[in-house]
């Protein structure tokens, strides 16, 4: 017979994994409990996040004294800012705050120590920065051991960058406030010196012998030296902001004052000078010098300061030039007033100093006013919008469920495959294609496996109490007492299909092992055959176990052992309905349904030793 090719389809595979759903649920319990304990051992220490936003504004137009910001695009704007809340600047701030760097630590001991250096290098790896969308918003996050401390350096780095942004923005106004301070100081006490001085000369001095036109060339006369000598002071803070200036360098708030006396030329370059030194300031708090940044700024700042130079040097020889005449005049007047009195200099040189100390304590006072407003309208681009609070839970917590999820997939998909590749190895037969397939014989019929479970609701329903309540004599009777079952209508279908076969007059119905259900089969098949009104003899020959006699109630002896044995006739052997009225199960079970009056059987007889050698005699 030629085997058949039989492909397994969606059914098959339904059936399959009915059949290992033990296997499956194995396998997917196992792979499960692995995701999670594997979960548990790799939990790291946890690790908390804390988010503080501070807001950038954008400064356009800033006018004032000292001050002038070029503004930027803001996306460069923001760009530059980021690079800064990370900055050492910042950063060396914050270690202070949090106490991980002595206070009194400068610059260069941060630079040369490496235990310093790594704490600054801890916290800025620990800090984030990332902006908010296209808004002017940085979110600030920080990440640590605890809650508390990520909370604490999220807030500390953001309160740092903005008072290093403010600091980095006003920087000019502060250091000019202070030095106006200090000479407004110094001024106020020589003022007070001059007028005592002033005071006690007009006192111990008589003037009145002196004439007017006297005092009026005394008077001119220290005018004059008190210019030159204005002059020459103002040259020489000219001439050291020069120097400055070709060192790179800030030109302090003195020899700035001095400079910028002459407003229509040296201002507006001036303001540039210090405005792309401020800036390549704060660059160099992020980027190093050789950065194209850096060097751009590089390139505006030289040119800024040839063209100052060209100013300082055009105003100092002015200076010069000023001088040379006031002093030749100077000259000349000295040989007129050769024969002045000295009373008359000498007062109005006092008057002079009165009067310069004067003028420049109100000049000095009217600035300091200025700067004093300036400072309240410092410029201030950082604003704290929402602070830091302590996060609720650590951001590398384990995820359970998504890694449980992951775990059911994995096993279900691993139980799959693992109960595909064992079916594959099972041998055992399982359709009705392997049989066919395997002993090349037509397969005549398929009798469903009926359960204990089943068994039991067909024996429930007998209200009249014709069926015996003996499972195994249900089972092996179920055609007999259930005639309208499925189960019953397959041993139809296996006797109909039987019957086609004219040679098939004895049927042998055998198993590989023990309680298989050989007693069942042929039972129910004998009925079947005999309620169609045919003659069927069964003949029990399992020496081992006999079922036979003991289902139907009759006794073993004399069976097929005898008659082998020669000891009794078939006719005495054989047990009809007769004898299973008159046996143990009496009349109304031997009359409950149709088809055993058709039936003879034949018990297995007495036992012997020679079981083997009889069958197969």
């Given at each position: ?13 339904l ?6 759903r ?21 939990t ?45 600047a ?44 296209l ?9 640590a ?15 740092k ?33 001059a ?20 005092m009026?060339?005394a008077?001119?006369l ?16 000219v ?38 030194l ?10 190093f ?11 505006e ?55 310069v ?23 201030e ?23 449980g999820?992951?775990?059911?997939l ?11 590749v ?65 189960l ?36 129910n ?8 009104g ?15 006699n003991?289902l ?23 047990r ?9 199960r ?32």
């Amino acid at each position: 017979m030629e085997k058949k090719s039989y492909d397994l389809s969606i059914r098959d595979y339904l059936f399959i994994f009915k059949k290992r759903r033990k296997t499956i649920a194995l396998v997917l319990f196992l792979t499960l409990t692995a995701v999670i304990f594997g979960t548990y051992l790799a939990t790291p220490s946890p690790r908390y996040e804390a988010t503080a936003s501070v807001r950038v504004e954008r400064i356009t137009d800033v006018t004032g004294f000292l001050m002038e910001v070029i503004s930027y695009p803001l996306g460069d704007v923001l760009a530059g800012q980021m690079e800064m809340i990370k900055s050492f600047a910042v950063m060396e701030r914050v270690a202070k705050a949090m106490g991980v760097i002595p206070r009194d630590v400068t610059v260069e001991d941060l630079s040369a120590t490496e235990a310093y250096r790594n704490t600054i290098a801890a916290l800025r790896s620990a800090v984030s920065v990332e902006r908010q969308g296209l808004s002017n918003i940085i979110a600030i996050s920080a990440t640590a051991a605890t809650p508390e401390k990520a909370r604490q350096l999220a807030n500390l780095v953001a309160e740092k960058y903005r008072e290093t942004n403010i600091a980095s923005r006003n920087s000019r106004v502060f250091e000019a406030k202070d030095f106006v301070e200090k000479q407004l100081s110094q001024v106020e006490e020589n003022l007070q010196d001059a007028e005592d001085a002033l005071r006690s000369f007009r006192e111990g001095a008589s003037l009145a012998h002196l004439s007017e036109k006297e005092m009026g060339l005394a008077r001119k006369l220290v005018e004059i030296e008190g210019k030159i000598e204005d002059l020459k002071a103002e040259k020489a803070e000219v001439d050291y902001a020069v120097t400055q200036v070709k060192a790179g360098k800030m030109i302090n708030p003195r020899n700035q004052l001095t400079v910028e006396r002459d407003l229509s030329s040296v201002l507006s370059v001036l303001n540039n000078y210090s405005d792309l030194l401020l800036k390549k300031r704060n660059l160099l708090l992020t980027y190093f010098p050789a950065h194209p940044e850096v060097k751009a700024v590089d390139g505006e700042l030289a040119n800024a300061q040839q063209e100052l130079l060209k100013h300082l040097s055009a105003q100092s020889q002015g200076y010069q030039t000023r001088i040379e005449l006031l002093a030749a005049e100077l000259q000349t007047l000295h040989e007129k007033v050769s024969l002045l009195p000295t009373e008359a200099v000498n007062f109005q040189r006092l008057q002079r100093e009165v009067e310069v100390n004067d003028t420049l304590y109100t000049q000095l006072k009217t600035k300091y006013q200025e700067l004093l407003i300036k400072e309240a309208e410092r410029i201030e681009e950082v604003s704290i919008v929402n602070p830091a609070v302590k996060p609720g839970f650590p951001i590398n917590s384990p995820s359970y469920l998504q890694n449980g999820l992951l775990g059911i997939l994995i096993g279900l998909l691993l139980g799959v495959v693992f109960s595909v590749v064992y079916e594959s190895f099972d041998t055992s037969i399982t359709t009705v294609e392997d049989i066919e397939s395997i002993l090349e014989v037509p397969v005549l019929g398929v009798i469903p496996f009926l359960g204990e479970k089943e068994l039991r609701e067909e024996m429930d329903k007998d209200t009249e109490g014709k069926i015996p309540q003996d499972p195994e004599l249900f089972k092996a009777l179920f055609t007999y007492l259930v005639p309208d079952h499925f189960l019953t209508e397959a041993f139809r279908i296996l006797r109909t299909a039987l019957l086609k076969v004219e040679s098939a007059r004895v049927v042998a119905i055998s198993s590989p092992a023990t309680r298989e259900g050989k007693s069942f089969v042929m039972m129910n098949l004998a009925v079947a055959i005999a309620q169609m009104g045919k003659k069927v003899l069964v003949i029990d020959a399992d020496f081992k176990v006999s079922m036979v006699n003991r289902l139907f109630g009759i006794p073993r002896e004399p069976g097929l052992s005898d008659i082998i044995l020669r000891k009794v006739p078939f006719t005495e052997a054989a047990r009809s309905i007769v004898d299973l009225i008159l046996g143990e199960r009496g009349f109304d079970f031997a009359l409950s349904g149709t088809g055993l009056e058709n039936v003879q059987i034949l018990p297995t007889g007495s036992k012997t030793p020679m079981a083997r050698e009889m069958l197969s005699v």
